[in-house]
């Protein structure tokens, strides 16, 4: 390894990075650490900014790694990936390169995504977004359409894993009847985690509310299209904190101009940032926040403290948390 190593600390949007960790603990190692805050504007202009470096630290999926990228970078020698997974990694392009890819696992609670998500359905169950707007321009009660109370209301949970079902658990608290849907739910889970199985037509007809907690993948992709946000209530809000592509977005401005449905909280995008001027920022029936559920101090603060301990096991050759342990076969 070279004297000296180059960190890039990726998508430090909020400049918060060098006071979650001890990265001292790095420098006395001769690890030099630069921290990009702004996201790139391309794979080229990514390739370009990041030669130079030997070791990447990710956050979360802000910036995709794809092959076309991975292979643009000549020094590149170690990345952490922040989280467990990130499906727009292509850690297969990094092991054919024997580029190791270590994760941050664990971290404790899902609470902050489950309480974004809760806060989201609430605002948009109230409407308050445009509450705020109005208070700060003068108006008053104008144009707030949303005036839905909670209780004895429908909640659809698609996808009742640790993170649903404690959605689900936060809707038996407010009073609403919890029923959930995904591909592989049985009766059993269903109960366990606090709701009553239903078909995924059911779901869509009847619920007054609908939140979205699955893992993007190519089966997830796309899961709802036009023809299941027409079965939605005209009434119905639509929640998604889990990920953008698990909605078509077409399908969703369309519905939402046409008041298929009458509103959607919505904390991440087919892209993100989301760019300026985007339909969605045009409508006034979308409660829009920018990627906000794991960002909390406490998940910040385990990534790059899990960040240190990954390079520090790289560097003394005895890498941890390695997610493409065949990159390591390709340098034994």
Same mark, same amino acid.
């Given at each position: ?50 030669? *130079? ?46 580029? *190791? ?165 919505? /904390? ?10 985007? *339909?969605?920022?045009?409508? /006034? ?48």
């Amino acid at each position: 390894m070279p004297q000296t190593i180059k960190l890039a600390l990726l998508d430090d949007y909020q400049k918060v990075a060098l006071r979650m960790a001890d990265w001292d603990r790095l420098k006395k190692r001769g690890v030099e650490i630069t921290v990009f805050h702004e996201p790139f504007a391309s794979v080229e202009d990514a390739a370009k900014k990041l030669a *130079p470096f030997q070791v990447l630290g990710l956050l979360r999926e802000r910036t995709a790694f794809p092959r076309a990228l991975i292979e643009k970078l000549p020094n590149l020698k170690f990345m952490v990936l922040t989280g467990a997974r990130a499906s727009s990694l292509d850690d297969k392009a990094a092991s054919e390169r024997a580029i *190791p890819i270590s994760n941050t696992p664990g971290g404790g609670s899902n609470a902050s995504t489950a309480e974004l998500c809760w806060a989201l359905l609430m605002s948009c169950a109230r409407d308050l977004a445009k509450g705020e707007r109005l208070m700060r321009t003068g108006g008053w009660h104008d144009g707030i359409k949303q005036m839905q109370v909670l209780e004895g209301k429908r909640l659809g949970v698609i996808g009742l894993g640790r993170l649903g079902s404690r959605v689900a658990g936060y809707g038996k608290a407010f009073g609403m009847d919890v029923v959930a849907w995904s591909q592989n739910l049985t009766e059993e889970k269903a109960a366990k985690g606090g709701a009553r199985l239903v078909t995924k037509d059911e779901l869509l007809k009847t619920s007054d509310f609908v939140t979205i907690h699955l893992v993007l993948s190519e089966r997830t992709r796309g899961l709802l299209g036009a023809a299941d946000l027409a079965k939605m209530k005209k009434t119905a809000i639509l929640i998604n904190t889990s990920r953008g592509p698990i909605v078509d977005e077409a399908a969703l401005i369309a519905a939402l101009k046409a008041g298929t449905i009458a509103h959607a909280g919505l /904390d991440v995008y087919d892209k993100e940032p989301l760019p300026k001027g985007h *339909p969605l920022t045009q409508l /006034d029936n979308v409660t829009l926040v920018p990627h906000l559920g794991y960002v909390v101090e406490d998940s910040y603060r385990h990534f790059y403290a899990g960040t240190i301990e990954d390079v520090e096991a790289w560097l003394d050759g005895k890498p941890i948390n390695v997610i493409n342990p065949e990159a390591l076969k390709k340098t034994a």
